[in-house]
């Protein structure tokens, strides 16, 4: 059987076309790596945290966690107070704090590693936030559960988890139902009392040299001329009843 000649060209494009890479299966193109963790957009989404996240920008906090939570492997623990919670605060409450103790207050919500919901039956007390110090007066901040209840108390205020928003294993977001007030803001403890100064002692000392027991070498030679005056007296009248019984 003898072909056409347009059979036998349609025959080679389609042979060329076959052949072809562009013909070939592109495999599938890799997902877009996800974008950076940012703590505030995590905020946003899940609602009803305004006020907090009003905190975290205008104190910076919210800079210095997008720069742990991106350019580290450092986990990030975060208690985020809903606005019903600040609601509950006492009016000027806010206002009345300086900027250094608004960053304080940020940061006493922020614990500086990945905290699951299944560490907090065994966590450490008391934790340490990146308000600082832990030590009581400073920023103590004591988590113990009953249950299913994740309880955090501050010395000032006594709250419970109320839920997790968000978890990714380096990040862990959980609300709580109050602000968390920490005790140097909130509830400051009078400074220690100064240590009682060694002078002090030196002067007990001379008061007690000053006794009379001491036998100072002035009082010895009081005692030597009192003592000699006792003794003349004694010969003259010695002397004196000799020469009477001498004229007898």
Request: proline share 8%; aromatic share 6%.
């Amino acid at each position: 059987m003898e072909h056409s000649p347009f059979f036998l060209l349609l025959s080679t494009v389609l042979l060329l076309l076959t052949a072809s890479p562009l013909a070939q299966s592109q495999p599938a193109a890799a997902p877009a790596p996800p974008g950076p963790t940012n703590v505030t957009k995590i905020l946003e989404k899940a609602g009803q945290f305004t006020v907090f996240i009003r905190l975290l920008k205008s104190t910076g906090v919210a800079n210095q966690l997008y720069g742990q939570l991106n350019n580290s492997d450092n986990g990030i623990t975060i208690f985020a107070p809903s606005d019903s919670s600040f609601s509950s605060l006492k009016a000027g409450t806010l206002n009345s704090l300086s900027d250094e103790q608004q960053v304080e207050l940020v940061q006493f919500h922020v614990i500086p590693s990945y905290v699951s919901s299944s560490n907090f039956q065994t966590i450490s007390n008391p934790l340490r936030t990146q308000a600082g110090d832990s030590a009581e007066g400073h920023f103590p901040l004591n988590i113990t559960t009953s249950g299913n209840t994740v309880n955090i108390t501050s010395g000032v205020t006594n709250t419970t988890v109320s839920g997790s928003v968000y978890s990714d294993g380096q990040l862990a977001v959980y609300q709580v139902d109050k602000v968390l007030l920490p005790q140097q803001v909130f509830d400051p403890r009078p400074p220690a009392p100064a240590p009682v100064p060694t002078v002090a002692k030196s002067k007990k000392k001379k008061e007690d040299g000053d006794s009379p027991d001491d036998d100072s070498p002035a009082d010895a030679s009081l005692a030597l001329r009192e003592v000699g005056s006792v003794r003349s007296a004694v010969l003259v009248c010695v002397i004196s009843i000799s020469l009477a019984w001498f004229y007898l």
